[in-house]
Every structure is written in structure tokens, then in C-alpha cells.
């Protein structure tokens, strides 16, 4: 089991381990209310996530994400005794936009494509 990001429910004494991409999420679903995004972005700063966490917040595969970390796309360290990935959640979040980018960037060019071949 790899360990969360640990977010106080009720009260300090209960903490439930909670994976930060549903956080993302929730705030998101929220409607985004004032101030959300200041928190998100300081939490993003300081939440570390495994690999594993890593690939379920980006919904993609881990072998995907460990190609990724492998070709320096993401920044990351790896754990002294065990070899694990351990990725910032604002360079997850940076690399998903940028991976987006040029998903949508060539998706605009194929459509480009289409229509000059198809009058």
C-alpha cells in the first residue's frame, strides 16, 4: 500500500488518507469556491505522490507514467530504499497540461488536414 496524502475530516484525532487527485476533483466539483484555488495550488507545492498515485491522478497507466519520469518529462526523486518514484503533484499537473496541449495541438492539425483534402 502506498501512503496518501492525509486530509483532516472531522477532526484532527481522525485523519483519513485521501489521494489528492480526488481533492482535485471534489474542488472542482465545489465549483471552485473562493480561495479553493490558492489552497489547491499550495497543497499541489507540497503533496509528493508515488507513482502509483501519480498514474491514477493523470488517469494513465503506470508503465505510461514510469516512460514519462524515464525520459526526464516529469521531475521527480526517487526513494533511497526501495526505488520508488515520488512526483510533485504541481509537476504532475504542469506535465498533464502540456500533455493535453500537444494532444489538442495535433488534433487541430489532423483537422486541418481533413479539410484541405476534403472540400
Known amino acids: 500500500m502506498t501512503e496518501r496524502q492525509a486530509v483532516d475530516i472531522f ?10 487527485g480526488f481533492v482535485a476533483r471534489l474542488l472542482r466539483h465545489l465549483g471552485n469556491p473562493p480561495g479553493a484555488q490558492a489552497a489547491l495550488q499550495a497543497a499541489a507545492e507540497e503533496t509528493e505522490l508515488s507513482e502509483w498515485d501519480a ?17 526526464g518529462e516529469i521531475p521527480h526523486t526517487v526513494t533511497p530504499h526501495g526505488g520508488t518514484w515520488i512526483v510533485r503533484l504541481s509537476d504532475l499537473l504542469a506535465w498533464m497540461q502540456a500533455d493535453d496541449a500537444k494532444r489538442r ?12 483534402l476534403l472540400p
Open 105 to 116: 495541438a495535433a488534433a487541430d492539425e489532423l483537422t486541418r488536414m481533413n479539410e484541405e
Open 11 to 20: 477532526a484532527p484525532e481522525s485523519r483519513i488518507p485521501i489521494p489528492a
Open 55 to 71: 498514474a491514477d491522478t493523470a488517469r494513465v497507466g503506470r508503465p505510461f507514467l514510469a516512460a514519462a519520469l524515464e525520459r
